[in-house]
């Protein structure tokens, strides 16, 4: 049996994602910040889906982002996902290869307005773009697949604020025009599932973000 490690796991994005691995046949042993790196015999996938906002802790334009909230943003969301892939390299390896694939944002790609201006979570989420697809040109010779997600609005418990804030919400048409609504964690799951069983790509950056980036 395939075996896939997701982080983030009780997230809304990470539950999601555990599921649809598990419906697709794989065991999964799901992972929390914080938590202990499960001991297995094989691993075929890790997709790297948490993360956090540090707009509580000051997380803003980069002249009012505080120095606490870069820190902890890039720790949580970028540097924990280096640590987490190093991890996973040598299990991948002794498998015959397999797949990472991280979650970033369309934040990632595009620079946010005023209603998203939090600088320090949109570098984080760059920099997993550059670390996915830089992993995937020096592992590709073993077989090892890297790619990222780049999702827009969700509707998950991080995002709340936006979900409550109905200017943003006027928004979505505009936004994320396919469905002018928030997207569901089952869609950014899907697109993780995909990218850990396509034999043939790697390095790729998705979008799932109903339009967002498209304009």
């Known amino acids: 049996m395939r075996t896939a490690i997701v982080t983030g ?22 992972v ?29 334009p980069v002249e009012s982002c505080t120095e606490e909230a870069w820190d902890a943003v890039l720790d949580a969301n970028l540097k924990s996902v280096f ?12 498998a015959g290869g397999g797949a990472i694939v991280t979650v970033s944002s369309v934040l990632g790609l595009v620079g946010g307005d005023d209603d998203f201006a939090t600088h320090a979570y949109a570098a984080s989420k760059a920099g997993l773009i550059g670390l996915t697809r830089a992993m995937a040109v020096t592992y590709a010779r073993e077989q090892i697949r890297c790619n990222v997600v780049c999702p827009g609005l969700v509707e ?20 994320q ?13 899907s697109a993780a599932l995909y990218l850990a069983t396509a034999l043939f790509v790697t390095g790729t950056v998705l979008t799932v973000d109903g339009g967002w980036t498209a304009r």
């Open 9 to 30: 796991s009780r997230g809304g994005i990470g539950a999601a994602t555990v599921s649809a691995f598990e419906e697709a046949g794989f065991s999964v042993h799901g």
């Open 32 to 60: 929390d910040l914080g938590d202990v790196w499960p001991e297995l015999d094989r691993l075929d996938a890790l997709v790297c889906a948490h993360g956090i906002s540090g707009r509580r802790l000051g997380d803003g």
């Open 83 to 94: 640590l987490y892939c190093r991890r996973a390299i040598a299990p991948l390896r002794a």
């Open 156 to 175: 998950t418990p991080m995002s709340a604020r936006a979900q409550a804030d109905e200017r943003i919400r006027a928004r979505l048409a505009d936004l």
């Open 177 to 189: 025009p396919l469905t002018a609504d928030f997207g569901r964690p089952e869609d950014v799951a």
